[in-house]
């Protein structure tokens, strides 16, 4: 359903992506933000999964500022060699990268953000910085308590396991107090990635829900 193709930062960096467009007339846009394991067979179904329902899906590798063309699944070694790229990381500019993607989807009507994993606090980050965005969804993001003084612009969306050993439930307690307006959603006996059908936490029940009450979100609010 989707195309691989190039995408150009303000600063001059070229990124890959994914896009997938829907059939017909587009509901809107979304950039959808990776895990820490690239644009992989995972992240490229969400947004297959997106386009499915009416919006134009651009998933930016981010990545690419430090590593090209980088993926990977989810066995112990590969989670392992993926962290190794987290010192590497420069929020900053991710989000030029998300930018970018969200440069492509103009004259697609309303545009919003999903992300995973270190995409749902990207995804949190560019509620907060990147003007224009009718939308923003975070699953699981692990560093949302560290930006969580930030404002966002935008309507904000926030999934939570409560089995999360990365997450705990003190830390979503903080994000609860200091983003009253978001809605936040915890998953009881649910782990970090409990939506991503191809990783060993895979939760069905959480992440049907998630996944229904985000489709509801962006429903309401890409308008």
């Known amino acids: 359903m989707g195309k691989q193709f190039t995408l150009t930062t303000t600063d001059k960096h070229t990124l890959g992506a994914y896009r997938a467009d829907p059939q017909g007339k587009p509901k809107g846009g979304l950039v ?14 969400v947004c ?14 981010v990545f690419d500022r430090f590593v090209r063309n980088f993926e990977c699944g989810y066995t112990p070694d590969e989670i392992a060699h993926a962290r190794s790229y987290l010192g590497n990381l420069n929020w900053d500019n991710m989000v030029k990268d998300m930018e970018a993607a969200a440069g492509d ?23 907060c910085r990147i003007p224009g965005l009718s939308a923003a969804v975070a699953f699981y993001g692990g560093m949302i308590a560290k930006f969580a003084d930030e404002k966002p612009k935008c309507p904000l969306q926030m999934h939570f396991g409560e089995k999360d050993e990365g997450i705990p439930m003190a830390t979503v307690e903080e994000i609860k107090k200091k983003q009253p307006q978001a809605e936040i959603y915890t998953y009881p006996g649910a782990a970090h990635g409990f939506y991503c059908d191809e990783r060993a936490s895979y939760n069905k029940a959480a992440g049907d829900l998630a ?11 890409m308008k």
């Open 32 to 45: 959808v933000i990776q895990e820490i394991f690239g644009v992989n067979q995972h992240i490229r179904a």
């Open 211 to 221: 996944w229904k009450r985000t489709q509801e979100f962006l429903a309401k609010h």
């Open 105 to 127: 989807l103009k004259n697609v009507g309303p545009k919003g953000i999903v992300g995973f994993c270190m995409g749902g606090t990207a995804a949190f980050l560019a509620a």
């Open 48 to 61: 297959d999964r997106l386009a499915a329902l009416g919006y134009v899906a651009v998933a930016p590798a």
